[in-house]
């Protein structure tokens, strides 16, 4: 099995910074695919930005320029640097990574999600 741990939410001013990291571990042989996923109140579910294992970004025209994605294959770790925060980018904010496990399928794994607020 594949957990998923998100860390780095928290509350912070509009025009702040945050370091979101998500940690993948258990019985994986490779990781294709590394995404931010985020739910505001209200909303629904979408994609901020993803990264494959080759290094290609993509990321939600709403947060281009302003987030960053990055990866670390040795640690089976994504990041996202989030600067110039605002309020709308205020949401729960979910890993997602595919994985493929010893003696498994290849699948997708959630983590349990971190919160961030952006409020003065």
């Known amino acids: 099995q594949v957990q998923v741990v998100e860390s780095g939410g928290g509350l912070v001013q509009p025009g702040g910074s945050l370091r979101l990291s998500c940690a993948a571990s258990?019985?994986?042989?490779?990781?294709?695919?590394m995404g931010w996923y985020r739910q505001g109140p209200g909303k629904q579910r979408e994609l901020v930005a993803s990264i494959i294992s080759g290094g290609s970004t993509n990321y939600v025209d709403s947060v281009k320029g302003r987030f960053t994605i990055s990866r670390d294959n040795a640690k089976n770790t994504v990041y996202l640097q989030m600067n110039s925060l605002k309020p709308e980018d205020t949401a729960v904010y979910y890993c997602?990574?595919?994985?493929?496990?010893?003696?498994?399928?290849?699948?997708?794994?959630w983590g349990q999600g971190t919160q961030v607020t952006v409020s003065s």
């Open positions: 258990g019985s994986i042989l490779s990781i294709r695919y």
């Open positions: 997602n990574v595919e994985a493929r496990i010893w003696n498994g399928p290849t699948a997708t794994y």
